[in-house]
């Protein structure tokens, strides 16, 4: 009888919260998350944007997460990791930096966008399973508290809770600060870059004994020549850590991505 009861209770809940989101979706119809075009469900994608995001699947660098052509085996890096490896172990993307990929870290970043942080870390999640699966403790790309000021919010720390929350794996959101403000990259070569960010990052004192023996995965929205993710990553060996992974919402793969 207590388990009858128990099975309508919970039909009855289903059937309610169902009931819902039917109203909450007729007052407030479900939005495309690139355009704000109308869509069928929430949380997605329109048809004319999905044409025109990039999801990255199949052959990928496994230092950066670029997109790899032709006949690849297990383990294989990209030409530019080749030439300028990575000072993290691993890396992996969930989006091409094109198309609605681009609009939507446009939104997220500076037009106050967060209800697209849920789908968009299951996406990340989904894309850096294997790299997750690896990782200790989770942390965000840090801004600097001015900038932080300004914007209201960080958008990797806020990917980096999505991505925390949909696998279970424990995140430590301010255990890298920025100790110096650096000046806007979207101009800069890959010197230039790196140059921009050397020292200006630093594991907060408080946490150093958190990361020592520890796999880290850092979390960005864009991996563009990956001089800011090698400046986190290098003040984490830098403290202790055993080896740091990456995962960024995007990957620039193409020059024509557009600035960031």
Not at 20 to 49: I, K, N, Q, W
Not at 186 to 209: C, F, L, S, T
Request: proline share 5%; glycine share 8%; hydrophobic share 40%.
């Amino acid at each position: 009888m207590a388990a009858s009861v128990t099975t309508l209770l919970a039909g009855g809940k289903a059937t309610l919260l169902k009931l819902g989101r039917e109203a909450l979706d007729t007052v407030y119809p479900p939005r495309c998350l690139a355009c704000m075009e109308f869509t069928d469900a929430p949380h997605g994608l329109c048809s004319d944007c999905w044409r025109e995001t990039f999801f990255i699947a199949g052959s990928t660098c496994q230092s950066c997460g670029v997109p790899l052509l032709g006949e690849v085996g297990e383990g294989d890096v990209c030409e530019s990791c080749m030439r300028h490896p990575p000072p993290w172990s691993r890396g992996a993307a969930a989006l091409v930096y094109r198309g609605a990929a681009r609009r939507m870290v446009l939104g997220l970043k500076h037009a106050d966008r967060l209800d697209m942080v849920k789908p968009l870390a299951k996406w990340m999640s989904n894309a850096g399973r294997d790299v997750i699966a690896e990782a200790d403790i989770i942390a965000p790309v840090p801004l600097h508290w001015r900038r932080l000021l300004k914007r209201r919010y960080n958008q990797a720390g806020e990917l980096a809770r999505g991505v925390a929350r949909l696998t279970d794996t424990p995140a430590v959101y301010d255990l890298l600060q920025r100790q110096r403000a650096t000046v806007a990259q979207k101009q800069m070569n890959r010197e230039e870059r790196a140059a921009n960010q050397a020292g200006a990052i630093v594991v907060h004192p408080r946490h150093r004994e958190r990361v020592s023996g520890k796999t880290v995965l850092l979390v960005d929205d864009v991996l563009t020549s990956g001089a800011t993710l090698g400046t986190c990553t290098e003040a984490l060996l830098d403290a202790g850590a055993l080896r740091v992974h990456v995962l960024a919402l995007c990957r620039v793969a193409f020059h024509e991505a557009g600035p960031i």
